[in-house]
Protein backbone atom coordinates (compact mmCIF):
# COMPACT_ATOMS: atom_id res chain seq x y z
CA UNK A 1 0.00 0.00 0.00
CA UNK A 2 1.25 3.71 -0.63
CA UNK A 3 1.69 6.10 2.20
CA UNK A 4 2.38 9.53 1.75
CA UNK A 5 4.01 12.41 3.65
CA UNK A 6 2.34 15.73 3.46
CA UNK A 7 5.35 18.52 4.61
CA UNK A 8 6.06 22.41 3.74
CA UNK A 9 3.42 23.94 6.25
CA UNK A 10 4.09 26.88 8.22
CA UNK A 11 3.28 30.55 9.72
CA UNK A 12 2.29 33.19 7.31
CA UNK A 13 1.40 36.13 7.07
CA UNK A 14 -1.33 36.83 4.80
CA UNK A 15 -0.60 37.39 0.86
CA UNK A 16 2.29 35.15 1.36
CA UNK A 17 2.94 31.92 -0.03
CA UNK A 18 3.80 28.24 0.95
CA UNK A 19 4.34 25.15 -1.59
CA UNK A 20 3.26 21.92 0.35
CA UNK A 21 4.58 18.99 -1.00
CA UNK A 22 3.12 15.09 -0.77
CA UNK A 23 5.83 12.15 -1.20
CA UNK A 24 4.72 8.37 -1.68
CA UNK A 25 6.70 5.25 -0.87
CA UNK A 26 6.49 3.53 -4.75
CA UNK A 27 6.12 4.92 -8.07
CA UNK A 28 3.07 3.60 -8.33
CA UNK A 29 1.69 6.47 -7.15
CA UNK A 30 2.09 8.21 -10.65
CA UNK A 31 -0.92 6.56 -12.14
CA UNK A 32 -3.03 7.63 -9.59
CA UNK A 33 -4.83 10.44 -8.90
CA UNK A 34 -4.06 12.66 -5.87
CA UNK A 35 -6.09 15.06 -4.41
CA UNK A 36 -5.20 17.37 -1.02
CA UNK A 37 -7.69 18.09 1.50
CA UNK A 38 -7.69 20.64 4.56
CA UNK A 39 -9.57 20.75 7.85
CA UNK A 40 -9.45 23.50 9.75
CA UNK A 41 -11.04 23.08 14.13
CA UNK A 42 -14.96 22.78 13.96
CA UNK A 43 -15.24 22.72 10.04
CA UNK A 44 -15.94 19.71 7.67
CA UNK A 45 -12.66 18.48 4.98
CA UNK A 46 -13.00 20.20 1.95
CA UNK A 47 -11.12 19.04 -1.00
CA UNK A 48 -8.81 22.00 -2.16
CA UNK A 49 -7.55 20.49 -5.81
CA UNK A 50 -6.70 17.24 -7.26
CA UNK A 51 -4.51 15.88 -10.27
CA UNK A 52 -4.83 12.95 -12.50
CA UNK A 53 -2.31 10.73 -13.09
CA UNK A 54 -1.15 10.81 -17.49
CA UNK A 55 -2.27 13.25 -18.82
CA UNK A 56 -2.18 15.32 -15.57
CA UNK A 57 -5.55 17.13 -15.54
CA UNK A 58 -6.28 19.41 -12.43
CA UNK A 59 -9.30 21.07 -10.85
CA UNK A 60 -9.75 23.38 -7.50
CA UNK A 61 -12.11 24.12 -4.86
CA UNK A 62 -13.48 27.36 -5.82
CA UNK A 63 -12.26 28.70 -2.45
CA UNK A 64 -8.80 28.71 -4.14
CA UNK A 65 -8.97 29.26 -7.52
CA UNK A 66 -6.53 31.63 -9.35
CA UNK A 67 -4.86 31.46 -6.02
CA UNK A 68 -3.17 27.83 -5.70
CA UNK A 69 -1.98 25.34 -8.08
CA UNK A 70 -1.22 21.67 -8.09
CA UNK A 71 1.50 19.74 -9.78
CA UNK A 72 3.38 16.41 -9.98
CA UNK A 73 6.72 14.99 -10.29
CA UNK A 74 6.49 12.17 -10.64
CA UNK A 75 10.18 11.10 -11.43
CA UNK A 76 9.99 12.50 -7.22
CA UNK A 77 7.13 10.80 -6.34
CA UNK A 78 5.98 14.02 -5.35
CA UNK A 79 3.04 16.08 -5.53
CA UNK A 80 3.43 20.03 -4.84
CA UNK A 81 0.82 22.51 -3.88
CA UNK A 82 1.93 25.86 -4.69
CA UNK A 83 -0.55 27.98 -2.39
CA UNK A 84 -0.34 31.86 -3.10
CA UNK A 85 -2.25 34.86 -1.71
CA UNK A 86 -3.00 32.85 1.28
CA UNK A 87 -5.43 34.30 3.70
CA UNK A 88 -6.63 33.75 7.28
CA UNK A 89 -9.71 31.95 5.89
CA UNK A 90 -6.42 29.13 4.37
CA UNK A 91 -5.47 27.97 7.90
CA UNK A 92 -6.08 24.64 8.21
CA UNK A 93 -4.57 20.91 8.50
CA UNK A 94 -3.55 19.86 4.75
CA UNK A 95 -3.55 16.58 3.41
CA UNK A 96 -3.35 14.43 0.84
CA UNK A 97 -4.68 11.24 -1.04
CA UNK A 98 -5.08 8.87 -3.46
CA UNK A 99 -7.43 6.94 -5.73
CA UNK A 100 -8.01 4.58 -8.21
CA UNK A 101 -11.39 6.09 -9.06
CA UNK A 102 -10.31 9.47 -10.70
CA UNK A 103 -10.81 13.05 -9.25
CA UNK A 104 -13.91 12.26 -9.40
CA UNK A 105 -14.33 10.63 -6.77
CA UNK A 106 -15.83 10.86 -3.17
CA UNK A 107 -13.65 11.43 -0.07
CA UNK A 108 -14.05 8.18 1.01
CA UNK A 109 -12.22 6.32 -1.81
CA UNK A 110 -9.27 8.58 -1.25
CA UNK A 111 -6.76 6.43 0.81
CA UNK A 112 -2.87 6.78 1.66
CA UNK A 113 -3.88 9.66 4.03
CA UNK A 114 -0.67 11.32 5.36
CA UNK A 115 -0.94 13.28 9.07
CA UNK A 116 -1.10 16.52 7.49
CA UNK A 117 0.80 19.30 7.55
CA UNK A 118 -0.57 22.58 9.67
CA UNK A 119 -1.06 25.93 7.51
CA UNK A 120 -1.44 29.27 9.79
CA UNK A 121 -1.83 32.45 7.91
CA UNK A 122 -2.03 35.31 10.77
CA UNK A 123 -0.51 38.80 11.09
Known amino acids: QVQLVESGGGLVQPGGSLRLSCVAS????????VAWFRQAPGKERERVSC????????NYADSVKGRFTISRDTTKRTVYLQMDSLKAEDTAIYSC????????????????WGQGTQVTVSS
Open 51 to 58: ISGNPSLT
Open 26 to 33: TFTFGYYP
Open 97 to 112: AMTGYGCSAGPHEFSG
